[in-house]
């Protein structure tokens, strides 16, 4: 759907700032706390916890992370995933949110409408409270910037620091070729992430947002490379379909896409991984888990393994 | 000075992203600490706290909340400063801020760099450490978005709640005028905020962000209206000197500019005002704290008290 209004009086311009604030109030509903919990004072203010904060940033903009392709209600869910995603990663779970929205005066109400619900619908899902935000607007741009607090699922946060050289490389799920959908109808693995988290033979976590090949080298120990078996990558069938129309191959476009929100991580050497991976089985019969390499010193890379650094991720500048 | 590299050398694009992160985290210094307390992991990971947590989003966008004329570090200030200035209306002070930016690709990297630098001088001066941020692009955009974190300063955050008819308004400072240069020079009210906390007698405090007229009756306890002196209304000279080339009176760019930063608040009624002012002056010797009013019930409002339903603030949305 177009954000934008074809008519003039079914803008968010046209409704105004007072009446819009009441309807998103109304769209959100119990998601959305009173003062001074929740929106309508100067801050949000938040009971103590004895537990770690954690805290993530990501925005959804149109024309980077939508478009008029993707339902309004999936681009509502799809800001609040992406940042979830981000706590998965670490084990952690989501509490509240604040929400600043940038947007241009021609968007329309309903497109509003369905953003929000669709935002509501997965805070109800997730257990997040949107206590915040703030409207602003600008032309040709609409933006919507999320940023998402949580706290450790159990004892730990897992980090992208703690892999050792010999660590073998886990995948969740497959990977490639969100372009064709999965990038807005994915689910955050934060069940996942949580269950992985208690488990101290897994060193260090990241999810994959940008391509495992750019993502993975954040995983990887000083002197190390990833050593991947390109047999063992995960290709989904949409990259397969994706492959069929572009230059790239399938594994390309699993290494390469992005937008996967899958969980790669390091588990320590010498682990019984028949006995983990029948664990895993058991947790998340539907979700694959696949060992895909392991980090390796440099200066023994075997010849065969796939070179990552040949690859390229998703470049959020570009020329 | 314009956003805008002269050469496409010289611009964010060309710069590229991993090369722009690691300028980021140079230009931020010591206030950008290293991961997982910092960016550079998926989340940030901050410890935990005894005291309630705070948090508010504000951003600045190229074109409404600053322009050619901003020298680019007080843009960066600016950011942080009206963040604060939300923290401070409720008696906060700030621990940590992420930062999401959307940049066109034609931006330059000296703005950037003089954004940054401007961004980090504030940070130390007020110490908030800036934990996590995400980079992105769009065409002809440029909005940097901020979400600060904090925690009460005393022993109570003051919400706009608690406000009872018959209670004096006062604020602190000058109004009006903002655009000549108080929008990005201002001085967030912190210091005085915290102070105003610790007395009991400060029933309800916010920030003047869109102007008294549009502000003040979120702090108006039901039933009543704010019914100001207009000879009270502390007019700064830059409303003065524009309403010398507008059509509209000081006072009117007093109660409707906006962007004052100021703090405005509900004195308990029955409160000694006088030793209330002068222990305010001894604090604070160089600002000015007026009494502009107070709450009076909707069925009594004097005839000729101000009626500042009659004012605009500041509209967020247009069309």
Redesign the interface.
Known sequence: MSPFAKR?SA???????SA?LEKIRRWLGPVSPP??AGM????????????????????V?Y??HFDDTVPPAAVGAKLLKRNL???A??G?RPT?A???L??D?RVSVHWMEQFYRGLAAAARRWRVRI???????????I?A?L?L??EPAGRR?V???GARSGDSIFVTGELGGSRLGHHWDFLPRLAEGAWLARRPVVRAM??VSDGLAKDLF?LAPAGTLPALDPAAVPVSAAARRLAAHTVQSPLQHALGDGEDYELVFALAAGTDEGAFTRAWDRAFPRTRLTRIGRFIPQKNFPPGALRLDRFHGY?????
């Open positions: 003039k803008s968010v311009a046209a409704c105004g700032e819009l003062p001074p309508g004072d100067d801050c949000a203010l938040l009971p103590p916890s004895r537990k770690n904060l954690l805290i993530t940033t990501d925005p903009i024309g980077r995603s981000d706590l990663a670490m952690a509240s604040v929400l600043a940038t947007l005066p206590v915040g935000g703030d409207l602003s607007q600008a032309e040709n741009f933006g910037y940023t607090l949580g946060a980090t992208r620091a990241m999810d954040a470049e959020h500048l570009q020329g």
